[in-house]
């Protein structure tokens, strides 16, 4: 599976499901349909619709794979404090393993994007020593490339390559995107000239895969490195009006804010 062409983190999640077949499981399937075909918020409707049905059923190991993905969502959509309550309604005691990397990966994921990054380091640490080998290897590859970011964040850039390293061996060339886009931000975080290249070639990806959410995004980080005002301004602009489309107001004030930021 190319991750490019698929949203970055609830594909991830969804790939470990067992057969749907309950109600829950069914509709659940559903919303990760929409998501990836960038539909966010009839996505996020159906996975109200499969926790509640989990929830009828009393399916906590169900509940708790939805309560996941609806977090990651949450995250995406740049609604930390409400991503955070999802999390906290998981009970980990039900989880499986495959679902509990999938926790760990949403709980870094989630402090990543509040640039977090000593406490996302400090959680992998913790928790590094109770993930079993088992798991599949986008899964693995994935939290990899998560924990990259986190270290690079904390200018560790000698953990930060390691992982990508991990990443990279987890993947075997099935995800190509996910990685690109994994050492893009590591790059960038280190402030290394070679981010904006590699960006490039995650855009490039996004675009193939008709992922229209991560060329957003990469866009959104082209702009924070671009060299000139006038690039960063159309990055920018670009991110904001797919982010508009894709119907993420959130993500699409953040980029309008950066823009007239660069007016002042």
């Known amino acids: 599976m190319v991750m490019m062409r698929r949203?970055?983190?609830i594909a991830v999640t969804f790939f470990v499901l067992a057969t749907f077949a309950s109600?829950?499981?069914?509709?659940?399937?559903?919303?990760?349909?929409?998501?990836q075909n960038g539909k966010f918020v009839k996505s996020y409707a159906l996975f109200e619709r499969a926790l509640l049905a989990s929830r009828k059923e009393s399916d906590i190991q169900a509940e708790g794979r939805i309560l996941i993905a609806m977090a990651q969502i949450r995250i995406q959509s740049l609604e930390?404090?409400?991503?955070?309550?999802?999390?906290?309604?998981?009970?980990?005691?039900?989880?499986?393993?495959?679902?509990?990397?999938?926790?760990l990966l949403t709980r870094l994921s989630?402090?990543?994007a509040q640039e977090k990054y000593g406490d996302a380091v400090n959680l992998w640490e913790m928790r590094e020593k109770y993930l079993v080998d088992d798991a599949p290897?986008?899964?693995?590859?994935?939290?990899?490339?998560?924990?990259?970011?986190a270290y690079a964040g904390m200018n560790n850039k000698k953990q930060a390559n390691a992982k990508l390293d991990l990443a990279d061996d987890y993947f075997s060339d099935d995800a190509p995107g996910k990685l690109d886009f994994a050492r893009a931000r590591v790059a960038h975080l280190l402030g290394e000239n070679s981010a904006d290249s590699l960006y490039v070639e995650a855009f490039k990806l996004s675009i193939k895969g008709n992922n229209s959410y991560m060329s957003a995004t990469i866009l959104y980080y082209r702009g924070?490195?671009?060299?000139?005002?006038?690039?960063?301004?159309?990055?920018?602009?670009?991110?904001?009006?797919?982010?508009?489309?894709?119907?993420?107001?959130?993500n699409k004030r953040r980029s309008e804010n950066l823009k007239r930021d660069l007016k002042k």
């Open 7 to 9: 949203v970055l983190l």
């Open 23 to 35: 109600e829950s499981e069914v509709v659940a399937f559903r919303a990760t349909s929409y998501l």
């Open 80 to 103: 930390y404090e409400f991503a955070s309550q999802l999390v906290s309604q998981v009970r980990e005691s039900v989880l499986d393993s495959n679902a509990m990397t999938a926790l």
């Open 110 to 112: 989630l402090l990543n």
């Open 137 to 149: 290897d986008l899964l693995q590859g994935s939290l990899q490339c998560e924990v990259a970011i």
């Open 224 to 250: 924070l490195c671009a060299k000139s005002a006038a690039l960063a301004n159309d990055y920018f602009v670009r991110s904001a009006n797919a982010f508009e489309l894709l119907g993420l107001p959130n």
